[in-house]
């Protein structure tokens, strides 16, 4: 299996598996994620059921294909018992090929990384552990809404990495009212503790959050794009002088530790998702394809067959496929090759004459500008395509 420097895989049989597990113990300031609150027990077995039921179903849509990651989002799911996690795992390589060198990877909320859970989550076949951490400040938790202190998250990190056998990642958002980047992120970017990959996200406003509310009520104030940018531009520098490569928009990793699930996405990899809200692809051999997204609210998703939990699908011409393979590819270090822009000349002329694209052997790569503006990009591609 070859992948790339990106560990991006150049075989289009390759497919990653995402698994959604939809409960959190309290919704953050800023989620707008089907969720729902661990009020009473969690249904954990019964779950398990309804996403197996799902994905023997569909993987029936991939034939032939060759495992390489799979992913557990959510939610929390590390909240899910790690006897389910290891029976989802074992039930999805059992289906497809695999050369053995598969990553699968746990989105784990600080406070569950326990000694115990991170043993009993290598023993379930877990590589990757995605913490998401957030902040290194107490006074920025509170505001985003976290269930965790400081010390919870930095002591998971350590512990995490201490372990030996997981690839670590953890999540930092920056952009947060009140919080002042030179004194909350800054400083945490040059310690030595800080693991091969970070995720590191601006605060957004979605609809129906309570951060918006705040907004819309002037109790909070978003900090003006002016000042984002400069933060931005402020986190790449710093990262990238410790060596970190800034691979995607909001991604960063030393070499050969980039998140292989996501980089499946953004390079029109095939991914099958499974529990709800989950999306999925498929690319057919002519270069066309086919999305769909399950039922939004878990009650639901448990309540239908398996055969019926789409709430959404679309079909997709081979120009559709190539549309987003072009916007996605902006987002990333990697970039898109020349020829894939024959179509959007327009475009690509104006990209490069903005400055935020530069060609080098074939291939378009975003600039750090390229970076700031990539949802401009995404706009002139979509306007040039009407
Ligand atoms: S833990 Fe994640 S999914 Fe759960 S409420 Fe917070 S942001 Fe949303």
Redesign the pocket.
Same mark, same amino acid.
């Given at each position: 299996m070859a992948f790339d420097c990106m560990g991006r895989d150049d075989n289009m049989n390759a497919i990653g598996v995402y698994i959604h597990y939809p409960w959190?113990r309290s919704?953050?300031s800023y989620?707008d994620?089907s969720?729902e609150i661990t009020k009473k027990s969690i249904p954990h077995n019964e779950y398990l059921e309804a996403v197996l039921a799902e994905f023997r179903l569909r993987v029936s849509d991939y034939p032939q294909s060759h495992i390489i990651s799979i992913y557990f989002g959510? &939610?929390?799911p590390s909240l899910w018992n790690a006897d389910c996690i290891a029976k989802m795992i074992h039930a999805v390589l059992n289906e497809f090929d695999t050369d053995g060198d598969v990553e699968i990877t746990l989105e784990a909320?600080p406070r569950d990384c326990t000694e115990e859970n991170l043993i009993r989550w290598k023993n379930a076949g877990i590589t990757r552990l995605s913490i &998401?951490t957030q902040s290194f400040d107490d006074s920025t938790l509170i505001v985003l809404g976290r269930d965790h202190d400081k010390d919870n998250a930095k002591d998971a990190v350590i512990r995490a990495m201490n372990m030996g056998c997981f690839s670590v990642s953890c999540d930092l958002i920056f952009g947060v009212p009140k919080s002042r980047y030179e004194q909350t992120i800054k400083p945490v970017l040059n310690e030595s503790w800080l693991p091969k990959h970070l995720s590191i996200y601006e605060l957004t406003y979605e609809d129906k959050t309570l951060f918006s509310s705040y907004v819309k009520r002037n109790v909070l104030q978003p900090l003006d794009d002016t000042l984002l940018e400069t933060i931005y531009c402020d986190i790449h520098e710093t990262l990238t002088a410790k060596g970190y490569e800034h691979y995607e928009i909001s991604s960063y990793a030393y070499p050969q530790h980039h998140s292989r699930h996501n980089s499946l996405y953004w390079s029109g990899n095939n991914f099958l998702g499974v529990g709800n809200s989950a999306a999925s692809f498929q690319r057919f051999d002519d270069g066309s394809g086919k999305r769909w997204t399950n039922i939004r609210s878990v009650k639901s998703y448990m309540k239908h067959a398996p055969d019926q939990r789409i709430a959404l699908e679309q079909m997709l011409s081979k120009e559709d496929v190539m549309l987003d393979l072009l916007w996605l590819g902006s987002r990333t270090s990697s970039g898109t090759a020349r020829k894939d822009w024959d179509a959007y000349c327009d475009v690509l002329t104006w990209l490069l004459s903005e400055g935020l694209g530069i060609e080098q052997n074939g291939y378009i790569h975003p600039t750090l500008r390229g970076f700031l503006y990539a949802d401009h990009i995404a706009s002139r591609l979509f306007l040039d395509k009407k």
């Open positions: 959190c919704r953050c989620c994620f969720i959510g &939610g929390t909320n &998401g």
